[in-house]
């Protein structure tokens, strides 16, 4: 795992998604073989990492119910995270960029609907993942 300080920012894109959802988990065990250049990294929310790239962008540190993709100095939530991840893969996934012809705050909604009952639907575990070693060193910890 890259270690990072408290002056070092990233190389690439970061996303950070909720350690203990299986749900986020499945969706970094998506991303990663789809990322073919290897340019996300991940750090889970709770992470040491997670809290540090939050609280440079303002963001709350103890609300664990978006996934967010830090991006240089920008950071997007919720479904404008999930697009521009996609667009960061390439084609085929690109193609998610049609769903900003939905209004933010229907694409929003939807989403919101779905993080409320991941839990209850997809489980959740008893800590934060720990990556493969072959893909540990696009993450953050």
Not at 73 to 93: F, H, M, N
Not at 113 to 128: I, M, P, T
Request: with cysteine; glycine share 10%; charged share 30%.
């Amino acid at each position: 795992m890259r270690e990072m300080g408290s002056e070092e920012l990233p190389d690439g894109p970061v996303v950070l998604f909720d350690g203990v959802c299986n749900l986020c988990n499945g969706v970094v065990a998506f991303l990663v073989p789809r990322d073919t250049e290897g340019r996300l990294l991940f750090a889970p929310l709770q992470s040491d990492a997670g809290q540090e790239l939050l609280a440079r962008h303002g963001m709350p540190t103890e609300e664990f119910d978006s996934i967010v993709l830090v991006e240089g100095e920008r950071a997007y939530t919720k479904s404008d995270a999930v697009i521009r991840i996609a667009e960061l893969l390439g084609w085929p996934y690109r193609l998610a960029r049609l769903g900003r012809v939905l209004p933010r705050g229907v694409r929003d909604w939807l989403y919101d609907l779905v993080a409320e009952h991941r839990y209850a639907v997809f489980g959740r575990k008893d800590r934060c993942m720990v990556p493969d070693e072959d893909v540990r060193d696009r993450f953050l910890g």
